[in-house]
């Protein structure tokens, strides 16, 4: 398996799939076995955005999104929550769970669900905590629709802690009691440049930053864990490319 945009992730116009593009993406993916596919939202939308031209856009990027994975068989889209820019939570939740549920309403494909990803606590984002992410879910029409990407630096950053094998037991633990395990559909895994609860959104190297190698043996041995699919959104410089993390995965998993 493995992430992918469907269009330019740095700008709002985008070209309408053609027939043939499609035909060989479909042709593609099913003769390399490439299962499931998962596609991430471009950076610009802001589905929790109170400036309402920047909002409108997002909503209509993010129903366009679930349209083209629709068409390419892709079943899942990774969205990211938002900030509210400073207007408060409560105006970022009405805002993302309308924007979500609008979306929805526009595609009618069951086939391809939503996964909400949890962030790393910057100032004025959206879904840092479980207990955010819930009161989103909740607020959505068509509930089983939606999933989850836990994204294991954002969850540091945010204040999870992924050090040992307890730590990652009880922060897992947590997640199934709140937002219920099942939901689960893929895992980011990063390391955190930022210490535990910095707020700071910042990959790194697998076992090279805070969480460590300790902590990544826990998270890919563990029952919740090991059986989904894993996707790599770390550096690429002078240290270690994503083949080094790759082999890394892997020899802690062993």
Not at 70 to 96: F, M, Q, R, W
Not at 222 to 232: C, S, T
Request: proline share 3%.
């Amino acid at each position: 398996m493995f992430q992918m945009f469907t269009r330019n992730p740095r700008g709002w116009k985008f070209k309408k799939l053609n027939s043939e593009e499609v035909r060989q993406f479909r042709q593609k993916a099913a003769s390399y076995g490439l299962a499931p596919i998962v596609t991430h939202m471009p950076y610009l939308p802001n589905l929790s955005s109170p400036r309402k031209v920047i909002y409108n856009q997002s909503v209509r990027s993010l129903s366009a999104e679930m349209g083209r994975c629709a068409e390419l068989g892709i079943p899942y889209i990774v969205t990211h929550l938002g900030s509210h820019l400073g207007k408060g939570a409560d105006i970022g939740l009405k805002n993302i769970v309308s924007a979500i549920n609008i979306a929805l309403s526009q595609n009618d494909s069951s086939a391809v669900m939503l996964l909400l990803e949890n962030t790393a606590g910057t100032k004025n984002s959206m879904g840092s905590s479980f207990e955010d992410i819930r009161r989103i879910l909740d607020r959505i029409k068509q509930n089983n629709r939606i999933g989850l990407c836990f994204d294991t630096a954002h969850a540091f950053a945010a204040g999870y802690d992924l050090r040992t094998s307890e730590s990652v037991n009880e922060t897992l633990l947590n997640f199934d009691k709140v937002l219920g395990i099942e939901r689960l559909k893929v895992i980011h895994l990063n390391d955190s440049k930022g210490e535990l609860g910095s707020g700071r959104d910042r990959h790194e190297h697998i076992g090279l930053g805070h969480i460590g190698e300790v902590g990544f043996r826990a998270i890919v041995k563990h029952q919740f864990i090991r059986d989904r699919p894993l996707i790599l959104e770390t550096p690429i410089d002078n240290r270690r490319d994503e083949l080094g993390n790759l082999r890394r995965v892997r020899e802690l998993a062993q």
